[in-house]
């Protein structure tokens, strides 16, 4: 059976349920609606129609006599038809921007910046993940001897990022032996993506015989941590403090889910990952997922927003994670913002 259409006075109260919730943290009573609209709806109006949204799923009552509270459902129909732009201050995008520029130029250096601002100004948890570097376009490899049996591993794609790796070798090589092996790598792969590479790099060095072949033969077995995708270290994270804080993380039971999410990054690195390769991708780039539309259990109580930010031809994600109940409207100006930003950030340490 299809649903009906909130009219207008429904859109009011459960707007009205979100907003007061978010700000107080406290179910929604009628006369407190009531007094937000000067008298204009009566508080049996109010009730009535709160009855009504309970019904069709948009509101909860904790316990009779209590006020209303938004489910997942009204959270959802907030965020995508009620919930008006927010814009960010001078002073907020000044604050944001001088944070960030401040900062080494290095990319891990900023996107660190990046997880603590996003944590500061939200009062949530803060996340800025790593460019996807395996979706670049290779460069060049250098190999550096930086120790006995020890290599310096500098991966350079075209977008001005490098990686480097430090490899234990079985066998000390010559730096000629060494740099041999580079200008047979770099001929061999330059121009694909590190993706193409790691996936097909038996076969494209294959059979060398010319410079080092014991090590040729050692980089394709470590091509799956050479080339490999995101890893926890490419995930930055702030303000675990913050949402520790929050009244929705106060009983044990919530503590323990959410320290379990926090130490397990490669959980959020799968979740930020399954929003931003959604084939459906929202008009402004910003995505929020809702309570239980998250499909790890850990974060059906959580809401997630994320947009991506990029460096040259690949990009990275930045996000906000926290209760269900959030500031929607204004999170969602930060994070546009700072991708922003970022982007700019970056495109100049790249020219």
């Known amino acids: 059976m299809e649903e009906l259409e909130l009219n207008q006075r429904e859109k009011f109260v459960l707007t009205s349920i979100v907003e007061k919730f978010v700000v107080n943290a406290a179910p929604v009573g009628s006369k407190l609606i009531e007094k937000g609209c000067d008298g204009a709806i009566s508080s049996a109006t109010?009730?009535?129609?709160?009855?009504?949204?309970?019904?069709?799923?948009?509101?909860?009552?904790?316990?009779?006599?209590?006020?209303?509270?938004?489910?997942?459902?009204?959270?959802?129909?907030?965020?995508?038809?009620?919930?008006?732009?927010?814009?960010?201050?001078?002073?907020?995008?000044?604050?944001?921007?001088?944070?960030?520029?401040?900062?080494?130029?290095?990319?891990?250096?900023?996107?660190?910046?990046?997880?603590?601002?996003?944590?500061?100004?939200?009062?949530?948890?803060?996340?800025?993940?790593?460019?996807?570097?395996?979706?670049?376009?290779?460069?060049?490899?250098?190999?550096i001897p930086i120790a006995y049996k020890k290599v310096l591993v500098v991966i350079s794609i075209k977008s001005g990022l490098v990686r480097t790796i430090t490899l234990e070798i079985e066998k000390d090589i010559s730096r000629d032996h060494l740099n041999e092996s580079a200008r047979i790598i770099n001929e061999r792969l330059h121009g694909l993506t590190l993706k193409e590479i790691k996936?097909?790099?038996?076969?494209?060095?294959?059979?060398?015989?010319?410079?080092?072949?014991?090590?040729?033969?050692?980089?394709?077995?470590?091509?799956?941590?050479?080339?490999?995708?995101?890893?926890?270290?490419?995930?930055?994270?702030g303000g675990t403090a913050n949402i520790m804080s929050l009244p929705e993380f106060t009983d044990q039971a919530s503590i323990i889910k959410i320290m379990e999410l926090i130490?397990?990054?490669?959980?959020?690195?799968?979740?930020?990952?399954?929003?931003?390769?959604?084939?459906?991708?929202?008009?402004?780039?910003?995505r929020i997922t809702i309570g239980d539309e998250n499909k790890k259990e850990l974060v059906s109580h959580c809401s997630l927003i994320t947009t991506t930010y990029q460096v040259g031809q690949i990009s990275g994600t930045i996000g906000i994670m926290g209760p269900t109940r959030m500031?929607?409207?204004?999170?969602?100006?930060?994070?546009?913002?700072?991708?922003?930003?970022?982007?700019?950030?970056?495109?100049?340490?790249?020219?």
């Open 199 to 237: 996936n097909t790099i038996d076969l494209r060095l294959h059979g060398v015989t010319i410079g080092e072949s014991n090590f040729i033969d050692f980089v394709i077995n470590s091509s799956s941590r050479l080339f490999s995708e995101l890893s926890p270290y490419d995930l930055h994270l």
């Open 263 to 286: 130490d397990d990054k490669e959980i959020l690195i799968h979740l930020i990952n399954e929003e931003n390769t959604s084939d459906i991708i929202p008009e402004n780039n910003i």
């Open 327 to 351: 500031h929607y409207s204004k999170l969602v100006a930060i994070i546009d913002y700072m991708a922003k930003v970022l982007a700019d950030i970056f495109k100049t340490n790249t020219d």
């Open 46 to 143: 109010i009730r009535n129609v709160m009855a009504d949204l309970e019904v069709r799923g948009y509101v909860r009552q904790p316990h009779t006599s209590a006020g209303r509270t938004p489910t997942d459902k009204g959270y959802r129909f907030y965020v995508d038809s009620l919930m008006p732009a927010a814009k960010l201050a001078l002073n907020e995008k000044k604050n944001i921007f001088e944070t960030l520029v401040r900062v080494s130029k290095d990319v891990e250096s900023v996107l660190e910046a990046a997880s603590q601002t996003l944590a500061s100004i939200s009062n949530q948890l803060g996340l800025a993940l790593a460019p996807r570097f395996y979706e670049g376009i290779f460069e060049k490899i250098e190999l």
